[in-house]
């Protein structure tokens, strides 16, 4: 047998079993250094991959031909933003149909989901809602801040979502046209120490 077929041979033998670092891309090898990996993916993305990886939509406007069709990055919801039922499977399927339309992208790259969890996964049916941030600052208890925030990243991902754009560490001020009352219940504090 020429060498040739042997080494094809060998190869095909390598790829009945998984995660052969052969049938691997350089960007999937989890094992490479994580700099080497980003270079391979850039390299191999169209202009209009990157567009799609730098772009966040609403979910309102995500299905699964849009994760696919352009390549989308990143979904999230907006405030108060539900599927229509808002109980934690009807989650867990909106985030696994957005998910599998992005890894069916030519290159896989996975999407980020990100929400606005800021006082407990509040959206989701069942979740626990804690107080806002303003209310959890004026405890001066860090520990039970951090307790409240592991508590919530865990509710966070039963629904299948890795990203809360929470803790909000800011101080609000006096600003123009801005009522001072917004937004103030997301951060721990509202002026200086
Ligand atoms: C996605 O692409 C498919 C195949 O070209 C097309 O049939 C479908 O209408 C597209 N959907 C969206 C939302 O772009
Ligand atoms: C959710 O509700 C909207 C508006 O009634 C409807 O167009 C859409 O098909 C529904 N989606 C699902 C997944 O049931």
Not at 22 to 31: A, F, G, K, M, R
Not at 63 to 82: A, C, E, H, R, Y
């Amino acid at each position: 047998m020429a060498l040739r077929k042997v080494i094809a041979l060998c190869i095909t033998i390598a790829c009945l079993h998984d995660h052969v670092a052969l049938c691997t891309e350089i960007y999937e090898d989890s094992n490479q250094p994580v700099e080497l990996r980003v270079q391979d993916l850039l390299s191999r993305m169209t202009l209009d991959e990157k567009i799609g990886q730098m772009t966040q939509i609403e979910r309102y406007v995500a299905n699964f031909d849009v994760m696919k069709n352009f390549s989308i990055g990143s979904v999230l919801s907006s405030g108060g933003s539900t599927p229509n039922s808002s109980t934690t499977e009807a989650w867990q399927n909106m985030v696994d149909d957005l998910q599998a339309g992005a890894l069916a992208t030519r290159l896989g790259i996975p999407m980020l989901y990100g929400i606005d969890a800021i006082h407990g996964h509040n959206n989701v049916y069942g979740a626990t809602i804690f107080p806002h941030n303003i209310g959890l600052g004026c405890t001066r208890d860090p520990d039970l801040v951090r307790r409240v925030g592991a508590a919530t990243a865990l509710e966070l991902r039963a629904t299948g979502i890795p990203y809360t754009f929470a803790p909000c560490i800011a101080v609000r001020t006096k600003s123009k046209g801005a009522p001072l009352a917004y937004g103030m219940f997301r951060k721990f504090w509202q002026g200086p120490l």
